[in-house]
């Protein structure tokens, strides 16, 4: 049965015009594969890639933009410029290395009046130094005004209420002559030596820490332990750096002896120790009450000996012992401290002897006339000679730094 298609006159074709249509569309078809598969055989080719995989982006050398790989000529990896070449010594001059070590030792020295004012203004054609007796050439003379850094060292034992108030007064009369650039630590001593406060630049922390100090705990006063640690805490830091012990300078538990301590304040440089004895107004009176007693007497000579260690050990560094009676002294004796540890001549001089040997030398300076060679004699503005006295570190054991 035959079926009627709309249009069947249209698509009506006889059999042989059919046979060439389609001869026609499958030769199109044909070439059309063929462009479609020969296209990637070519690429492969030429990149070297097997058929059927998948040809990787062009190498573009850079980021990818909006319109495609952003084409930046790739970095060519060239090989480092060959060292300069060696400089050859002149014939016949051997290879060799220079060293140079030459040892230079610096004086902190202070020029006071009997009242302890600073003498400024001394050139340095009128210092001397002597080191073992033998004169040194001076290198430099510096009048400095610098701040310090400064170990407040406190004995706070309950042996007398007395002793342990004056060592609170003295305290703080100290504390309230530092300026704002001083570097200050506090450290108490008893059975051993505590550290209330290290290093600041905060008054009030200073304040802080003697607060602390109100109900002592033992009666031993271990000086001499409380120094050689305290020496060995100092010697870390670079610089002229002042201890202040203020205490009776007793000692009744040390492990070691008053010689060994003296031996630490000789071997540590560029310290130089102040000290405030404390009780000087109760001796005075327990002197004047009971000095009849033996016993009394015995008391009085401990306390004599412990106040001329303190002296010993200030005098040694180049420092000062001070012994008040009265509360009121205090303000101008921590003047004067604050006044010399503030103002100095520091001298620097190569010594004659270089050997780093590890003896002490003794140093001695003095101001003297360099036409005459005498003593230089200091007058007033009115003229009137005025009497001075020279402090100064007493030696130094030449030893290498890393020592």
Known sequence: MQQNYPNSRMIRRSPGVMLTALAVSLVLLAGTLTLSVAQP?????????????????????GPQGDIGPIAIPKKKDEPPPPPPPTPKNPEGMPDYSLSVNVPIVTVDAMVVTKDGQFIPGIPKGN???????????????NQTEAPITAVLLVEFSNSNYQFMYDALRASYSFAD????????????????????????????????????????????????????????????????????????????FSKITYDKALKKVKNTPNVTIFTVSTGEAFLTWYDARYGGNPYARMQMMDYLQAKNQLHTFAEMTGGRSYSP??????????????????????LTY?????????????????????????????????GKEVKYQIIARQGYTARNKVD
């Open 350 to 382: 190569h010594p004659t002897n270089k050997s780093l040997d590890g003896t002490y030398r003794k140093l001695k300076v003095e101001l003297v006339d360099p036409a005459t060679g005498k003593p230089v004699v200091v007058k007033d503005q009115k």
């Open 325 to 346: 009676r009265f509360e009121g002294e205090f303000p101008g004796i921590f003047r004067d401290i604050g006044q010399s540890i503030r103002n100095q001549y520091t």
């Open 127 to 141: 210092f001397r130094v002597t080191e073992d007796g033998v004169q040194q050439q001076i290198v430099t003379l």
């Open 177 to 252: 002559t530092l300026k704002k650039d001083d570097w200050v630590a506090v450290i108490e001593y008893d059975m051993r030596s505590t550290i209330l406060q290290d290093f600041t630049q905060d008054k009030n922390q200073v304040y802080g820490a003697l607060n602390m100090l109100r109900v002592p705990g033992f009666s031993e006063s271990n000086l001499f332990d409380a120094l050689s640690d305290t020496l060995d805490r100092l010697d870390r830091i670079e610089g002229r750096k002042v201890l202040l012990i203020v205490g009776s300078g007793l000692d009744t």
């Open 41 to 61: 055989q070519q690429d492969s080719q030429n990149s070297g890639q097997k058929p059927g995989q998948q040809a990787p982006p062009a190498a573009a050398g």
